[in-house]
């Protein structure tokens, strides 16, 4: 069974940080790419971050560009999403996702694999 379990979320200040991990279990974790994604109340499911977990190639959305870190560690089988200089407007559901296709892993589209989320909240 494929899983995908997300942790780290909270409730953090404006300009505070929080770490984001996706635990995968059931798939061949360095066979696909990890993504991270958010949905805020109201509005779509937006991608944040993509890494590919065979060269290390990362995509990164404008939101979180020089905010945002993803990186995964392929012996823990597991993805981080580091986050800091946090926003009000940071506040949302934030997915795992994993995928074979890189493409497929940052634009959302047809991804094969998702977490339930963990909800991160920025206070102002």
């Known amino acids: 069974e494929v899983q995908l379990v997300e942790s780290g979320g909270g409730l953090v200040q404006a300009g505070g940080s929080l770490r984001l991990s996706c635990a995968a279990s059931?798939?061949?974790?360095?066979?696909?790419?990890i993504g991270w994604f958010r949905q805020a109340p109201g509005k779509e499911r937006e991608a944040i971050s993509c890494?590919?977990?065979?060269?290390?190639?990362?995509f990164y959305a404008d939101s979180g560009k020089g905010r945002f870190t993803i990186s995964v560690d392929n012996a823990k089988n597991t993805a981080y999403l580091e986050m800091n200089s946090l926003k009000p407007e940071d506040t949302a559901v934030y997915y795992c996702a994993a995928d074979p296709d890189f493409v497929r892993c940052y634009s959302g589209m047809g991804v094969a694999y998702w977490g339930q989320g963990t909800q991160v909240t920025v206070s102002s």
């Open positions: 890494i590919s977990t065979s060269d290390d190639t990362t």
């Open positions: 059931g798939f061949t974790f360095d066979d696909h790419a």
